[in-house]
């Protein structure tokens, strides 16, 4: 397949630069895979979908306030750094603008001191591999002076910083929400439980190689960046036993989905584990633990609506696309959200 099979127009408008307030009251548009109904609901309506014995899991993956703003130890140039994956103690892959200042040795000072950095190495895409030093834990300090990384298309200021973070985010380590799980309330977690439907985690640390566009024609030839992943002892056995009680396991989000089916394409099966994930999803894939999506609707020619299109189909999903552009659905990070079931 080629990357334009994946393009569709999108009005800027229909770009959300703000959350629905309150978080649920987002639109859900519901795909249905028996008979291709499609519907138009409110997101807490969700529960009419879920069945008991069913489980949902969700990333709880926490976005760091990972762009930080700074200056160049020797000149006081001003730089700009956003952290985009810890690699080992205080070793950070980071993407740096502008970039000719980073140089291997270059040293830089953010937030009057309480954060100073080196360039260590180069990577192949351009990234630079920094070494960290702060007197405080590294998340403290980033707590004081980072800013949350919200994507290019969001122009308006985020107001609250927790409306980009799930209501169940714990685990630090991300440069980008898992945006389908910020449609959740604790009060809709809350009924959603009483209704005898399942709720288990797992974390991946969402990289910006999640977003990055793909730039080859030939959908094949893309390769995806790498993602920490780990799923705990009580998401296995939950998995495990929904899949025995023929239930469905529905994930919340693409980042579910590819830690789900990494695994089970890795050993065969959903086991406690933890690594990295390059794993990249497109029509012709074969699921083999997914039931049911939650998810955004994501960005034209991107790996995120080619995962979408695998699981629900490519002229089916195209189609999907083309009606809530119709029906004026809001797009992206902070926009509406679909239930493929």
């Known amino acids: 397949m080629k990357t334009s099979d994946f393009y569709y127009d999108l009005p800027q408008e229909q770009i959300a630069q703000t959350p629905i307030e309150p978080r649920d009251h987002s639109r859900l548009m519901v795909l249905h895979r028996e008979n291709d109904e499609i519907e138009h609901r409110r997101f807490d309506d969700i529960l009419d979908y879920l069945n008991e014995g069913d489980c949902l899991i969700v990333n709880d993956s926490r976005v760091i306030p990972a762009r930080i703003y700074g200056v ?23 993407l740096v603008k502008p970039g000719k200042k980073a140089k291997i040795g270059a040293k830089f000072i953010f937030g009057d001191g309480l954060l100073k950095a080196e360039v260590v ?12 030093q702060s007197e405080e834990n590294i998340y403290t300090t980033l707590d004081k002076i980072g800013q949350m990384p919200l994507p290019p298309y969001i122009t308006a200021k985020l107001e609250d910083q927790e409306r980009y973070q799930t209501v169940y985010s714990h685990e630090l380590g991300s440069a980008a929400a898992p945006t389908a799980g910020l449609h959740f309330t604790n009060e809709l977690l809350d009924r959603i439980r009483a209704k005898g439907v399942n709720i288990g985690y797992v974390t991946l640390h969402v990289g910006l190689g999640t977003f990055r566009p793909v730039k080859v024609d030939d959908v094949t030839k893309h390769k995806m960046h790498s993602e920490h992943y ?17 239930k469905r396991v529905i994930a919340v989000g693409t980042t579910s989905c590819r830690t789900l089916e990494s695994v089970a394409a890795e050993y065969g099966e959903i086991k406690a ?9 497109y029509p012709g ?17 991107s790996t995120l609506i080619m995962l979408v299109s695998a699981f629900y189909g490519y002229d089916k999903t195209m189609k999907a696309y083309e009606v809530a552009v119709r029906e004026k659905y809001r797009f992206f990070s902070f926009g509406d959200a679909m239930l493929i079931v």
């Open 72 to 94: 160049k130890e020797d000149t006081g140039a001003k730089i700009e750094f956003l952290l985009l994956k810890q690699l080992s103690g205080d070793r950070w892959e980071t």
């Open 121 to 132: 190495d180069v990577v192949d895409d351009g990234n630079r591999i920094v070494e960290l």
């Open 230 to 246: 780990e799923i705990p002892s009580e998401t296995a056995e939950l998995i495990r036993k929904t899949k025995a009680n023929s």
């Open 273 to 281: 584990c933890d690594g990295f994930t390059d794993i990249f999803i």
């Open 285 to 301: 894939f074969e699921f083999k633990v997914l039931d049911g999506l939650i998810t955004n609707f994501h960005l034209p020619e």
